[in-house]
C-alpha cells in the first residue's frame, strides 16, 4: 500500500508518517490541494492506493478536490480526515465519493485497520481489461482471448500491480516493497524470476504484453 497524505498541519502530518513507518506503508505528505493534484499526476501517480484528506485545506478544500478527482475519472479511494465531526458533514463527504469518514483526534491503529479495510474493500471489486486480458481480483482469475491462464499466487500479484499502473513503468524495488515487503537488494533476481515466467504464461496466448524499460522496470502495454 501506498499512501497520499494532504493535510496543512505539519504535526499531523509528522504523526501520522510515523505511524505509517511503523507499520511499513509508504507514504508521501503535502499540505495543500495543488500539492496533491501534483503528486496525483506525476510520475508516481500510478502508485497511489489511497488518499487521506483534510477538508479545511488552505485555497482549495478537500470537498472540491474530491469532486474534481471523481469528475476527472480518478476513482482512487478517499479517505476523509478531518475535525468536522457533524453528521451532515459525514454525509456529504461519503455522497461526494469519499470511502471512509474518520474525526480527529483518533487512534492511529484504528487510521490503520481502515486504510486495509478501504483497499481491501475496493479491490475486490475490480476487474481489469488490457487489450484481449481479462484480470479479475476477486476471482483471482486471468483469461487471454477467453482462455483460462494458471498464474501462481505471487505471479497474479505481480501482474494485477503493473495493470493497476496503466501503463507506467514499475521499478523491481517498487515491486519488493509492495509484494514481499522488503527493501531493494541489488543482489536480489526474485522480480526477474517472476517477470520471466509471468511473460512466458501471457506470450503462449498471444502477443508480448510486458516490457522492460531501461533504468524503470517493467510496464504492461496499454
Known sequence: MQVLIVDDDPAFRRLTSLALEQHKIAHKAVGTADEALEALSGPESGGFDVLLLDVELPGTKGWELLSSLRESGNEIPVIFVTVREALEDRVQGLNLGADDYIVKPFDFEELIARLHSVTRR??????????????????RRVERNGRSIDLSPR????LWCLAQASGRAVSQRELLHKLWGIDFDPESKVVEVHVFRLRKKLESRGTPLIE??????????V
Not at 475496493?122 to 481480483?137: C, G, K, N, S, Y
Not at 505471479?155 to 505481480?158: G, I, P, S
Request: proline residues 0%.
Open 122 to 139: 475496493r479491490l475486490r471489486t475490480q476487474r481489469i481489461h488490457v487489450h484481449d486480458l481479462t484480470i479479475d481480483f476477486e476471482m
Open 155 to 158: 505471479e497474479f500479484e505481480v
Open 212 to 221: 522492460t524499460v531501461r533504468g524503470e522496470g517493467y510496464r504492461l502495454i
